[in-house]
């Protein structure tokens, strides 16, 4: 009877097993960006999915296709001496053409954060800003709301463009501010996610070194990271999952 039951306990986990398999493999380990407020790697236009991720080595973000093929390498037009955070990319949002847009956030000595399309061409300069969010008005319009770490200066753009349903849930996931950090991260809980749960804290090699209840009816969240050592953490919420660095 035992001997029964582990050959079938061995065949459904053999079964399980193979319900995935792995499409392809981001190297992603030589880079010092964060995917702000979208740990996926990827997001949706009207009509593709794509992933990205930022290449140090000759300052430009990689867009790959669904199928992983490079659909563009974007050289970027502005010097990368600190942390790159890449937010937003999307094709309806900031423009009317059919050219993939996303803000890009230098974090160092000093801040800046400039919208660029996809040729690499700079749409705005936003200035010394390093903390961006998207939101949706009661009217439907999206806005882009901007600032520093100390709050001192909120700059609110009014944006013409357009989000679908499925682009926005992706887009409004978990969001860090500041980030970087040296003290606190302060992080929005998303509609869908129970605002009492636990959220952890993991370190790049996977090993949880903190964890803290909700116990607010908010839907933010401020951690204190300051005894954390410098580096790339990843956070959780239920299955939401995020990104951010302590310096």
């Known amino acids: 009877m035992k001997k029964t039951l582990l050959i079938a306990i061995l065949l459904g986990f053999v079964k399980l097993q193979g319900q995935i398999s792995l499409e392809h493999s981001y190297d992603n380990s030589l880079s010092n960006s964060v995917l702000y407020s979208n740990y996926s790697f990827s997001f949706n236009t009207e009509s593709a999915t794509y992933y990205y991720y930022f290449s140090s080595g000759d300052n430009s973000i990689k867009l790959y296709n669904e199928n992983h093929s490079l659909y563009k390498s974007v050289s970027l037009p502005i010097p990368a001496t600190g942390y790159i955070s890449i937010y937003a990319p999307s094709d309806k949002l900031f423009n009317n053409d059919a050219l993939i847009e996303f803000i890009v956030m230098i974090s160092g000595s000093s801040n800046q954060m400039y919208l660029l399309n996809e040729n690499g061409d700079v749409i705005n300069n936003l200035g010394d800003r390093n903390r961006a969010n998207i939101i949706k008005t009661n009217g439907g319009d999206f806005k882009l709301v901007t600032s520093k770490n100390d709050g001192n200066i909120i ?47 993991f370190s790049a090699t996977g090993k949880e070194v903190m964890s803290q209840r909700n116990n607010s009816d908010s839907n933010k969240i401020s951690l204190d990271v300051s005894s954390l050592s410098s580096g790339i953490y990843i956070y959780k919420v239920e299955n939401q999952t995020g990104k951010f660095i302590k310096k």
């Open 155 to 201: 700059d609110v753009y009014a944006l013409n463009g357009t989000l679908s349903t499925d682009q926005f849930n992706l887009l409004a996931k978990l969001s860090p501010f500041p980030n970087p950090t040296d003290s606190i991260i302060n992080i929005t809980i998303p509609e869908q996610v129970n605002k009492n749960a636990d959220i952890k804290i």
